[in-house]
């Protein structure tokens, strides 16, 4: 197919309460991993475009940081990256995790995506861990919060009804030309895509205020003479002596850990063997200070 040709193409957004399964289900549409995913909130922290490339439609999927009432300059920052979302896409979709019942954030996010000029989908996630009972509960419920255009059901763990998503936004979008190249799953460059493939295992394997303390740069980037070998160095922040103790473990435990869970995602982006060299650094009170969050390129830092 010439790749100059007019179809189906436009940028929908998934905007939502953060652990509400955008950056799960942005992964499981695209296909591959381009989003990281966990339990803490403010874990997205970029706004990332990742595509969905049809014969007949180019869908590219915005998938955006968690709404919520920030505490710092960081949550701040994130906020105001949703709402650039939601003011340059063809269809907005209020995303809402139907395994826990709607709330306030989930009305002040919709109040939000309601004054888009886009056509406007509510997006139920995590069908698969409600009954048809509750899910009929959470839907009517959600749809309380506002007019929507359309409405979809998804479960992104089990794949289910992912076509009918697609399906559902492609409507919407108006004719025009593929964006991006038909083998590019995603605009991210290469360095933040591997800091946050670190900072996903650092996420999965602390708890308590050490999550939202991270941050990761990478700090060289160096592939090997006979291309099958890339060193890669990156540096986590964190904004305590105590939190550093705790990234690092006893005798090095928790480091080597979260660098032997990483080096996969790194090997499979890169297509070589990795070499990872991991350190950590305190920054103290790194986000509430807008230029080290600019530094890590978090919301609208790139």
């Not at 591959?32 to 869908?59: C, F, G, M, Y």
């Not at 709404?67 to 949550?75: E, T």
């Not at 108006?174 to 670190?198: H, K």
């Amino acid at each position: 197919m010439d790749p100059n040709a007019v179809v189906r193409s436009g940028f929908v957004a998934l905007v939502g309460r953060p652990n509400a399964g955008k950056s799960t289900l942005t992964n499981a549409l695209v296909g591959v991993k381009v989003a990281i995913t966990s339990n803490t909130p403010q874990t997205t922290r970029h706004r990332l475009r990742a595509v969905i490339d049809l014969e007949d439609a180019q869908i590219v999927i915005v998938d955006t940081p968690g709404m919520h009432k920030p505490q710092d300059a960081l949550g701040e920052e994130l906020n105001r990256s949703s709402m650039l979302a939601l003011s340059d896409v063809d269809v907005a979709c209020l995303v809402i995790d139907a395994s826990v019942k709607v709330g306030k954030g989930d009305k002040w996010v919709a109040h939000r995506v309601l004054e888009s000029s886009a056509k406007k989908v509510l997006v139920l996630t995590k069908a698969d861990l409600v009954s048809q009972e509750e899910m009929a509960d959470r839907l009517h419920f959600a749809q309380t919060l506002g007019e929507f255009d359309d409405v979809v059901v998804v479960s992104a763990v089990e794949g289910f009804n992912l076509g009918g998503f697609v399906e559902t936004v492609k409507r919407y979008l108006p004719d025009g030309p593929r964006y991006f190249p038909r083998d590019m799953p995603t605009d991210q460059p290469l360095g933040v895509m591997l800091a946050e493939f670190i900072r996903e295992k650092v996420l999965r394997n602390t708890r308590d205020e050490v999550p939202h303390a991270i941050g990761v740069e990478i700090e060289d980037l160096e592939a090997s003479a006979d291309g099958e070998h890339t060193t890669v160095q990156a540096i986590i922040y964190v904004e305590r002596e105590s939190q550093k103790g705790i990234i690092i473990g006893k005798g090095g435990e928790m480091i080597r850990r979260i660098g032997t869970e990483a080096r996969g995602d790194l090997e499979r982006l890169l297509g070589t063997k990795v070499f990872l060299d991991l350190r950590v650094k305190v920054k103290k009170d790194w986000r509430r200070d807008a230029s080290q969050i600019r530094r890590f390129g978090y919301g609208e830092g790139l």
